[in-house]
């Protein structure tokens, strides 16, 4: 029985547009969170909001940035 080939389970000609709409998404988070951040009092703000938001934010950033690298040639 012959090894089968490791491939992605995503074509490589999505990399780009993956890349760009997860970037951007996540830059919408990123922005909606500082601007909670600067226009809520102290006393008015959510932790689980916070911690929503950036993880939501985090992971958008962490995985455009992958698709962003292996768009760009460099496999990680």
Do not use: H
Request: hydrophobic fraction near 50%.
């Amino acid at each position: 029985m012959a090894p089968k080939p490791i491939t992605s389970p995503v074509p490589d000609t999505c990399y780009p547009t993956l890349a760009v709409s997860m970037l951007a998404i996540g830059l919408l988070f990123t922005a909606y969170f500082f601007v909670y951040e600067a226009t809520s009092s102290r006393r008015n703000r959510s932790l689980a909001k916070e911690l929503t938001t950036g993880a939501v934010a985090s992971f958008f950033l962490g995985f455009g940035s992958l698709f962003l690298l292996l768009a760009s040639g460099v496999y990680v």
